[in-house]
């Protein structure tokens, strides 16, 4: 016996990189869904969907979650940012993306938009960190190509160059 | 998409309570960082979902006018650790709760979520039962307070009756005045892995930093769900502080806990880092109090 399912919908408003938008999406929807679904944004990657890989990872309201864990219908009122927002009016880069490329910090490319947006939430706050700090910030993603390191070192330059300081050059 | 049945999606405390009496077989939903990845394994396929996530007014930290510490249940850990009365007066709250999970899951995992599971498990739940933490439920009948060693009844369940939300945790201030405490999750990694004991101490001692006038110590995965280690704790009180202390103190939990075999960990080995990790974290906490040993 198959019971009838009623698709329930419910319309969303919310800012995305920036711009006004709303949608009617199915409840079922997670953030990730949506984004991909209904706004194109392909940055944000479907991987282990259970919370654990971070390559879907977003902002919202300033800080990173990741959105295969998060109802779409949850966005009401939220400020979201996705790698698209960081591009240019050109399509430049943003200086932690040159900083990815520069430090040979991408193989395959599928964790970097997630990497790139918690290095935002990072970068943003201002701070200066250590180096285990640093990795313990990070430590929500999975990379299975670069070993990490390549990775840290653009993030650690980046938050350098911002802060105006030297890199310590011990490396 | 989840494969859920119907999402209601509260709007109020008092909506969350209508809906929890409309719609009784529908799992709550704080933060969703178990209860979606459980939708995803398929164990909780065509359920329905009441969503309190949307409920602010359960979000943050305050001070009451008696001294009691109110954490809302939608808090999240993150912001739990940076909390200003946390690190002034539950420090080790803040530093157990950085240790969930990783930055995402922090951002989102709440401990009210962490605390509704009834798992062993949890990285808040050892410090709030050495904390005599107290837990707030909401329901049909007005507020209902009780004790979280209550509040637990065995793994997976705990006390939230038919219509009732959790609403807030509270630290009487009697509990954490004074103290100062160190939390150690053993784990096999330091990110995205869940604890194979966790240990959560607090001492507070005498004017001169002499004598441990209380210790209290609670495991996590000690048990089927988390205690506390009464024979350790009276082991310690009213003690000149010293490393024999330290080391009396942390034998003494073998008389108390159960721990289990897993495939995490060993019967053996579990008891093993318990007596090691009650000591470290005695020790810090004795150091954090400004003891000398």
Known sequence: ?171 | MYDMKALYQASSVQDAVALRLAHPDAQIIAGGSDVLVQMREGKRAGAELISIYGLDELRGIKLEEDGTLRIGSLTSFSHITRDPLIQQYVNVLGEAVDQVGGPQIRNIGTIGGNTCNGVTSADSASTLFAYDAVIELTGPEGVRRLPIQEFYIRAGKVDIRAGEIQTGILIPRESYENTFGHYIKYAMRNAMDIATLGTSVNVRLSADKKTVERARVAFGVAGPIPMRAATAERTAAGQPVSLELAEAFSAAVREDINPRDSWRAARDFRMHIAVESAKRAFIESVRLAGGEL
């Open chain 1, 1 to 171: 016996m198959v019971e009838k399912h009623v698709t329930q919908y419910q319309t969303v408003h919310f800012n995305l990189n920036g711009r006004d938008v709303e949608r009617t999406v199915d409840v079922r929807a997670s953030l990730t869904d949506m984004l991909r679904n209904d706004f194109r944004m392909t940055s944000v990657k479907k991987g282990c969907e259970v919370g654990e890989c971070g390559a879907c990872n977003v902002l919202i309201d300033g800080e990173a979650f990741n959105s295969c864990i998060y109802l779409a219908v949850w966005a009401e009122g939220k400020h979201i940012r996705t790698l698209e927002g960081l591009l240019g009016p050109n399509g430049e880069l943003s200086d932690i993306q040159q900083a990815f490329v520069d430090e040979a910090a991408i193989q395959c490319g599928f964790c970097t938009p997630g990497f790139i947006l918690t290095a935002v939430e990072i970068l943003e706050s201002g701070k200066e960190y250590s180096d285990d700090q640093l990795r313990k910030l990070l430590s929500g993603h999975l990379c299975r190509c670069t070993g990490y390191e390549n990775i840290l070192r653009a993030v650690k330059k980046t938050m350098y160059r911002r802060l105006g300081k030297e890199l310590p050059n011990h490396e």
